[in-house]
């Protein structure tokens, strides 16, 4: 097996500087954070596996069964002192509530004799941990097991990935008393497992399989049929998505045609064998101890050392054996070393200085460790295209029209959770990433019909919401894309023409095309058996019922409440996309525009609006439509601060117009946290809560009255709330609280499910000292930044031509690592959590009336200087950031001048 590839380019993506990141911070992740918990609501939902960033495959210890609700590895107490192992998995979920698929295993043990028993069921194959062996590495994980029945036999295994090759050392070791054991590694292939269906009942599942074994060149092979959320697939993409596979191949160094192999299915085996298929199979190689034989192994020395590649892939056998010798090194220390490379040239790029007190170091790891698991997902689906003749290097299988095409994709979209957060973080530090999961996301549109909302594998229309237009909406804003007619002609075009009418018309068909049987499907979560869910409610959401917008009736569709006011965000989204985008595309590929706004204004609306572009048509509905929901006469007691009731709630509303329950119509969340969900319109917020005052007041009373639940991502913006209402000091407080509750090494240490690095990137932003609270509005909320010192070396994106000002005349660019710095500098922020006053590249900014800093100010490096301090000051009392005329991001160099001046009630 030899390296096709050099040291600096790990799978297909080529690291796009020649300097060689050290490797120090590495040691600084803990993969352990986020890998229990008392129960699945409440854990990480994380795995300590190896793979380089967004890698393809993820090769992990296995120490329980894996399914929706269950990770393949759950390091509690028991398995931490005294645990076995059932296998090492290759495994494809991405998240603790999704399901598996296209999987690939490996089992080591040892049978008495060369044709001694193959150990495959899951509980009997289990091998204990010898103590204190175990090692979680990003690069490399090992542990020494025990072979039970085999007489003192042992196994040290090393495990290290590229993105889709699985790499194996073990090192097998005979006991002292019998020489009679034989070592083995048997390859799962297709095994039995379950299906969950909402409530909670899980039923079993016996997917097909194959296996190939030849012996003349030590590989097996095999596939597997398995995709645990096919039963969410929509379906108008069912009959296509039914033929989806996982295939493997492995090769073992070292031959196996002398010693024997085999083929199981179930618990019986067919020693000799070359294939089989059907469910429940699996492929096994038999090896020996130097000097052993057959007939006597009595003489044989001891120790016996094999490695193992395993490639996977989405679309053959031999593209899996393709990628098996594009992604092997012989050395698996040259694995670990390229995959470690490849990690520090993302974790290297934070350098944080603390005080040196034990909880700052704490806090470094957790952020170090953020840092990690943002940068997992989504995660690479295409494969190298052997011998390319022209065009693009990559293709990939997709599931939703079961073909092949050209072109990188991704997986792992859980968008509901990642709009908020992790995208902007993918955008900052993983930027030449961003055009191949746009792109992907628009072949899931092309493909399937629509734009992704959680795709694994397949669409599963898990959780609510087009977020995808956000996440379209906030990659053009920050450079990615066309130029719009006057935008700046040194940034590069990311995107084509044809790409960008894709993107236009994919968004527009989200806020205009409800799904099929919108007015009879519920759409509830995990509903099976029904197509794309896309924004279910919209038929009623853009009628305009009442004088003053639309909703998502509550008596015809689950999470009413949350889908109104998530709809309005993306069609906030959709309108700033709308301005992106070259205005001809816009004209011309904007199907039933004046049959949708003819629903929504009414006859008696002005003149204006009804001949409005679908921009301040998408505008008006975001302003609108939301406050439909909005109850001013409900209240709730102010039970901790006192005083009057707080006033004005979010609430269910039946299709006629009536109130419904005060607790109908939310997801992950309550009346209490969705009511501070008006993200782009926060101003108009704080005005129906009743002015700055009383909406801090029902801040305050949402904190402490136990009503903010941080294990979900509708609470991740509200202590950011604060500050654009003139409290900016109560912001640090939260932030500071949440960050120490929530967040913690140890394997427990994450309160909720990560959710594709949506919690890490709010810890990330929020150690940084500022968050997107409104993702697509191309500015940050200030925080309290978490460390005295703080260094972020910045990508260059993609769209950077190499003489451009930013990186010709910017004191902030650093040639040695083709980066932007930026420094972030709080003395004492370790101890002292108030901010006094902040200035950006060397001004001091005397009047800050609102805590917020643009995107264009740190997008290229710069320095903010914070004061700290150890008391509640002053600083940041602001009137908000959205005010009503400045809605929509104005201040951007890359996109053309948009002032909206809507008015409430005047539609
Ligand atoms: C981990 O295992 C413990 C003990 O069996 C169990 O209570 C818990 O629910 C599991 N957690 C997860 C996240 O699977
Ligand atoms: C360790 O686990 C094994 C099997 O899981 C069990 O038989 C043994 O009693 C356990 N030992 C301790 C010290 O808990
Ligand atoms: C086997 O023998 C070696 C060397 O004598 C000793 O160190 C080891 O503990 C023994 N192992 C077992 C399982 O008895
Ligand atoms: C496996 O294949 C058999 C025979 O073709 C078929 O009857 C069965 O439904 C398949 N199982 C699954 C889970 O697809
Ligand atoms: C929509 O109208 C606004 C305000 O008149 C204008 O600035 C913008 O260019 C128009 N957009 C399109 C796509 O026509
Ligand atoms: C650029 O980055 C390298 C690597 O971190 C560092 O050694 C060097 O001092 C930096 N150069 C400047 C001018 O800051
Ligand atoms: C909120 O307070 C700021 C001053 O901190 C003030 O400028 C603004 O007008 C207030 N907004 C409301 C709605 O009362």
Known sequence: MKALFSLLCVGSIPVVTAYQWPKTLLSSINPLIGTTGPEPNLAGGMIPSVSPPFGSTRWVAETQHNHVSATPFNYTESYKNNGSIHGFLGTRQPAIWMGESAWAGVVPGMSFGLSGDIKTDFEERALPKIPDTEQFGVGMYSVGLEIPDSEGGTVQVSMSASSRVGHFQFVFRQGNSSKSYYPYVFLPTARPTELFHTPDVFVPLYPNGTVEISPDNAEICGSNSEMQDFLLTPNSVKDAAQHFTGWYCARFDTAFSETGYGVTQGGSISEGATSGTGEYLGGYARFKFPGQDASDGES???????????????????????????????????????????????????????????????????LLTSVFHALHYPYETHEDIPNPSSGSQHHYYSAHDNSIHEGESYSGYSVWDTYRAAWAFTILFAPERVPGMVRSMLQDYKEGGWLPMWKNMIETSVMIGSHADSLLAEALLKGFGGLAESGSSEIQRTFTTEELTTIWESAWKDASVPPVDDDT?????????????????????????????????????????????????????????????????????????????????????????????????????????????????????????????????????????????????????????????????????????????????????????????????????????????????????????????????????????????????????????????????????????????????????????????????????????????????????????????????????????????????????????????????????????????????TDSAFTSQHVFTVEHNEL
């Open 300 to 366: 044989s020395s001891g120790v016996v050392t094999i490695n193992l590649h395993i490639a996977t892939s989405l679309i053959s056998a031999d593209q899996a054996r393709y990628n098996l010798n594009a992604e092997s090194f012989v050395d698996i220390a040259d694995t670990q070393a390229a995959t470690e490379n490849a990690w520090a040239e993302k974790v290297e790029r934070f350098q944080v200085e603390t005080d040196g007190s034990a909880e700052a170091e704490e806090r470094k790891v957790v």
């Open 521 to 889: 499907v519920s759409y509830s979560d995990r509903e099976e058996g029904v197509d794309y869910e896309a924004r279910a409610g919209l038929s009623t959401f853009y009628e305009q019922y009442a004088d003053n917008g639309g909703w998502v009736a509550n008596d015809i569709h689950s999470e009413s409440v949350s889908r109104t006011l998530d709809y309005a965000y993306d069609d906030h989204a959709v309108a700033v996309l709308s301005t992106l985008i070259p205005s001809d595309i816009v004209r011309t590929h904007t199907p039933g525009l004046s049959e949708i706004k003819a629903k929504f204004y009414k006859a008696n609306s002005p003149e204006s609006r009804l001949d409005s572009n679908v921009t301040t048509f998408l505008n008006d509905r975001a302003l609108a439509n939301p406050w439909t929901v909005w109850n001013p006469a409900a209240s709730a007691p102010a039970i901790v601060t006192g005083g009057d009731d707080i006033m004005g709630f979010v609430q269910a509303r039946q299709q006629d117009g009536t109130w419904g329950s005060t607790l109908d119509g939310f997801t992950e969340g309550d009346r209490w946290v969705y009511s501070f969900d008006y993200v782009h319109d926060v101003a108009e917020l704080v005005k129906r809560r009743g002015g700055n005052e009383s909406f801090v007041k029902s801040l305050n009373e949402f904190f402490d009255g136990g009503w903010a639940d941080f294990t979900n991502e509708p609470a991740h913006h509200a202590p950011y709330l604060y500050a654009l209402a003139g409290a900016a000091s109560y912001t640090q407080e939260r932030v500071r609280e949440i960050a120490q509750s929530n967040f913690n090494n140890t394997p427990n240490g994450l309160s909720g499910n990560e959710d594709c690095g949506q919690m890490s990137a709010w810890y990330v932003f929020s150690a940084m000292g500022f968050y997107p609270v409104n993702p697509v509005a191309g500015v940050f909320v200030v925080g309290s930044p978490f460390f005295s010192s703080q260094l972020f070396s910045i990508p260059v994106p993609p769209f950077i031509p190499p003489a451009h000002s930013s990186i010709i005349d910017n004191p902030y660019y650093n040639s040695t690592t083709n980066s932007y710095e930026l420094r972030i500098v709080a003395p004492s922020a370790e101890t002292k959590q108030y901010v006094k006053g902040l200035s950006i590249n060397g001004k001091i900014v005397e009047d800050w009336e609102e805590p917020v800093i643009s995107y264009d100010q740190i997008r290229y490096g710069g320095l903010l200087e914070f004061e700290m301090s150890d008391q509640e000051e002053s600083w940041g009392g602001g009137r908000g950031a959205w005010t009503r005329e400045t809605n929509i991001y």
